[in-house]
Nanobody, 124 residues
Framework: QVQLVESGGGLVQAGGSLRLSCAAS????????MGWFRQAPGKEREFVAA????????FYADSVKGRFTISRDNAKNTVYLQMNSLKPPDTADYYC?????????????????WGQGTQVTVSS
């Protein structure tokens, strides 16, 4: 089992920045492929970004590419999502997720563990 706790959400003006953190505990963290997803009101949960166990490979949704950066610190069992140049459409609940393997995927259903989410609101 892997337990995930997100933090860092909040209210920010358009053009601003936030950094989300996801603290993991439980089974070995540094062997998990990790991802961030988001869900806006009335919409389905969607992929945002993902990172390999070593941090050497990262993946992004087209809508956030160039603005968001995913990273991880395996010594701290933490994954981060740096969000810059935020826009009102980025408003959503953001969820951290972990796979039970090191295999890369951006498919939501392939993730085994989920956090409770943290809310991000971007005002215009």
């Amino acid at each position: 089992q892997v337990q995930l706790v997100e933090s860092g959400g909040g209210l920010v003006q358009a053009g601003g920045s936030l950094r989300l953190s996801c603290a993991a505990s439980g089974r070995t963290f540094n062997r998990n492929f990790m991802g961030w997803f988001r869900q806006a009101p009335g919409k389905e949960r969607e992929f945002v970004a993902a990172i390999s166990w070593s941090g050497g490979a990262t993946f992004y949704a087209d809508s956030v590419k160039g603005r968001f950066t995913i990273s991880r610190d395996n010594a701290k069992n933490t994954v981060y999502l740096q969000m810059n140049s935020l826009k009102p459409p980025d408003t959503a609940d953001y969820y951290c997720a972990a796979r039970g393997t090191i295999t890369a995927t951006t498919v939501l259903s392939a993730y085994d563990y989920w956090g409770q989410g943290t809310q991000v609101t971007v005002s215009s």
